[in-house]
């Protein structure tokens, strides 16, 4: 009995599969933005967020960022970015809520960093919008989470949004067009390790 040819055994898997990836391009007729959500308790919701800022200046496109929470330090992705004319670029927090200690400083911060984020969902020439670390803003009831799914729904057609940070509620998640949940294995700074630039700062 002839052993199976491995050479062939792949060609047809790959066939296969090229097969099953051919008709699901055919079936992807639709052409409008979408929202993606990066959560979860892992590392790289924000990081995602800004490879996908790259690839779109990389298509000439315009990008708004408004960054809730985060603000009571530089990060590179802020120093990179702000070199672009294509991005508007807004740090509107006022750092990490057990740093803060006041609710109702960091309350107004995200209001005043939603009002910010509403002119660029407004806006059809801002082709990419990134809302990061907006989901704890949500969780914490900083914002409500019918208005900003109100914003979403009326922004302009090929309008793309990100929205990062962990616990994102349910509702956005049900709304959102792509979901990435991010699951944490290990983490260096557990371990006793710095928080390092280029990696998280």
Excluded at 104 to 121: F, H, P
Excluded at 135 to 153: D, G, S
Excluded at 166 to 184: G, H, S
Aim: proline share 3%; net charge neutral; hydrophobic share 40%.
């Amino acid at each position: 009995m002839n052993k199976p040819d491995p050479d062939e055994q792949h060609r047809i898997r790959a066939q296969r599969h090229k097969e099953v990836v051919d008709a699901k391009i055919a079936r992807a007729t639709e052409n409008r933005g979408v929202v993606l959500v990066n959560t979860g308790n892992g590392k790289g919701k924000s990081s995602a967020a800004f490879g996908m800022m790259a690839r779109a200046l990389g298509h000439g496109m315009r990008v708004g960022v408004v960054q809730f929470i985060k603000g009571s330090f530089s990060t590179g992705e802020e120093t990179f970015f702000r070199r672009f004319p294509e991005v508007e670029y807004h740090v509107m927090g006022d750092g990490f809520t057990w740093e803060t200690q006041d609710k109702e400083r960091d309350i107004a911060s995200a209001q005043a960093a939603w009002r910010v984020a509403c002119t660029m969902l407004n806006n059809p020439d801002i082709a990419l919008v990134v809302l990061d670390e907006i989901n704890i803003a949500l969780k914490l009831h900083y914002l409500e989470v019918e208005q900003v799914l109100e914003a979403l729904r009326k922004r302009p057609a090929m309008q793309h949004v990100v929205l990062t940070g962990r616990a994102a509620p349910d509702a956005l998640i049900e709304y959102a067009d792509t979901v990435t949940e991010m699951r944490m294995i290990k983490h260096a700074f557990d371990a006793g390790i710095q928080a390092q630039n280029g990696v998280e700062l």
